[in-house]
């Protein structure tokens, strides 16, 4: 495995590629979930390029970029063993320089759930994937459906601005408990635990309401939040289309069922696609 550090390592270590190039773009701290999405596009690719980059501009003032796990040795090893040919590990200079040209969440499907509780981290999240994709050469990049708006928002920007790449959603991994796997987890102090598995209990509650063929949106949400009350405070839950638009009866095929919640120190995310 060639680990790549600047640009031209990059560039030098690419020459070699041919054939379809999987790409799996990471903030480091691996987990199951990564590995899962490295494996896939190691199965499903001739060359592997996987990137671990704390990206700055998709943090929040006041969000945990300085506290944000940093496990960079591990993260080699796991790459190494995972069958990685190329690992991308730039820093902060390599990657932007003064008074960028940036692009822009749109304004609506940007702006909802994540992106008006953070309002600015998509923007900062699609200015690091463009350039991520670009610098990869992906012909085949791996994202989590756990991230679902990220995952949304990416699949936009390559359809507006006409990016040779291919954007393969992958599921969500979950704990034996259910608990869907994220690096911030680690922040989680043992009685939370149990209080974090709240999200996917909420989740697996409106999956049986809707087996059971309640399509009411707010009669599921209301049995949501009754769960959610063992979290510290709930965020948000929405019914949304796949457009991420507020919907009154879920749509079979065309929902995600969505929460936000904050347990302890994380701030924790989870969903569904209905
Ligand atoms: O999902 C993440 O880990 C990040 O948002 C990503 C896609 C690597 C961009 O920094």
């Not at 690419?14 to 990471?26: A, E």
């Not at 991308?88 to 320089?97: A, G, Q, R, T």
């Not at 796997?181 to 996917?200: C, G, I």
């Not at 409106?206 to 949400?221: G, P, Q, S």
Request: proline residues 3%; negative net charge.
């Amino acid at each position: 495995m060639i680990i790549a550090r600047t640009i031209e390592e990059l560039q030098e270590a690419k020459k070699s590629l041919t054939g379809s190039i999987g790409f799996v773009p990471t903030m480091g701290a691996l987990h199951q979930g990564h590995l899962s999405l490295i494996r896939r596009a190691r199965d499903e690719n001739t060359h592997l390029i996987v990137s671990v980059f704390v990206n700055p501009t998709q943090f929040l003032e006041g969000e945990d970029l300085e506290a944000y796990p940093r496990k960079d040795d591990a993260d080699i090893k796991i790459c190494t063993l995972a069958g990685v040919d190329i690992l991308f590990m730039p820093s902060i200079d390599v990657m932007y320089e003064k008074d960028e040209l940036c692009i822009g969440a749109p304004a609506v499907r940007g702006y909802v759930l994540e992106g008006e509780k953070r309002p600015g981290h998509f923007d900062g999240m699609l200015q690091v994937v463009m350039k991520l994709l670009n610098l990869s050469g992906a012909t085949h990049a791996y994202f989590g459906k756990k991230d679902a708006q990220q995952l949304a928002l990416i699949m936009q920007m390559v359809k507006n601005y006409f990016m040779d790449v291919n954007i393969v959603p992958c599921d969500i991994v979950r704990d034996e408990k259910g608990l869907a796997l994220s690096s911030r987890n680690v922040y989680l102090k043992d009685d939370e635990v149990e209080r974090a598995l709240a999200l996917s209990q909420s989740l697996k509650k409106a999956t049986h309401m809707i087996l059971a063929k309640e399509f009411n949106v707010e009669r599921i949400k209301k049995e949501m939040l009754s769960i959610l009350s063992q979290t510290d405070k709930v965020e948000y839950v929405a019914i949304v289309n796949r457009d991420f638009q507020a919907i009154e009866e879920i749509e079979i095929g065309n929902t995600i069922i969505l929460v936000a919640a904050w347990v302890g120190k994380p701030r924790l995310i989870d969903n569904l696609w209905i």
